[in-house]
T-cell receptor, first 113, second 114 residues
Framework: QQQVKQSPQSLIVQKGGISIINCAYE??????FPWYQQFPGKGPALLIAIRPDVSEKKEGRFTISFNKSAKQFSLHIMDSQPGDSATYFC????????????FGEGTQLTVNP | EPEVTQTPSHQVTQMGQEVILRCVPISNHLYFYWYRQILGQKVEFLVSFYNNEISEKSEIFDDQFSVERPDGSNFTLKIRSTKLEDSAMYFC????????????FGEGSRLTVL
């Protein structure tokens, strides 16, 4: 019930292309869905987050699409750049209780020049 | 920019030894967390801490683990008797408030148990 499933495990995209990473969750009590970016040797850093009262959130080249009925959300990276090469984790939590983040398995994104 | 700092960056220890990992959360933050990441795997929650007590812990956080906020700035994770499977990157994180606050992670402490 606490799991968050993420796919694909790895993704290779050409510079300028669109990167899409998908996540699905089980627990309908989750009400906060962040995406974290992690570079090698660094801690995860918040990239963008969404709450279930909206279906889409955009910040620059990064967009989260959220489908509450399907219990799925995805990250779209437009005009992908080599500097975007990192591991991306989706996560979910019950924000109102300040509870723990449950992370997906991670997607290693490589953007080729 | 304020940040969560962790020490040591890397610790190598023998199985059965005690290890203490240290963290200095962002100064005005009230909620503190430890997560771990086994190499190549996802980030897993260990424990959350608020108002000088554990507010939630995972099934991973057994009796071998303990947390403490010994003073106004440090937040520590102690592993009493390390096992091979404790080898992982341990991340400290902090949050200003519950609810809408962003969770800030440190750069991690890599623990290698031999």
């Amino acid at each position: 019930q606490q799991q968050v499933k993420q796919s694909p495990q790895s993704l290779i995209v050409q510079k300028g292309g669109i990167s899409i990473i998908n996540c699905a969750y089980e627990n309908t009590a989750f009400d906060y869905f962040p995406w974290y970016q992690q570079f090698p040797g660094k801690g995860p850093a918040l990239l963008i987050a969404i709450r279930p009262d909206v279906s889409e959130k955009k910040e620059g080249r990064f967009t989260i699409s959220f489908n509450k009925s399907a219990k799925q959300f995805s990250l779209h990276i437009m005009d992908s750049q080599p500097g975007d090469s990192a591991t991306y984790f989706c996560a979910a939590s019950r924000e109102t209780s300040g509870s723990r983040l449950t992370f997906g398995e991670g997607t290693q994104l490589t953007v080729n020049p | 920019e304020p940040e969560v700092t962790q020490t040591p960056s890397h610790q190598v220890t023998q199985m059965g030894q005690e290890v203490i990992l240290r963290c200095v959360p962002i100064s005005n933050h009230l909620y503190f967390y430890w997560y771990r990441q086994i190499l190549g795997q996802k980030v897993e929650f260990l424990v959350s801490f608020y108002n000088n007590e554990i507010s939630e812990k995972s099934e991973i956080f057994d009796d071998q683990f303990s947390v403490e906020r010994p003073d106004g700035s440090n937040f520590t994770l102690k592993i009493r008797s390390t096992k091979l499977e404790d080898s992982a990157m341990y991340f400290c994180a902090s949050r200003e408030t519950t609810g809408a606050g962003e969770l800030f992670f440190g750069e991690g402490s890599r623990l290698t148990v031999l």
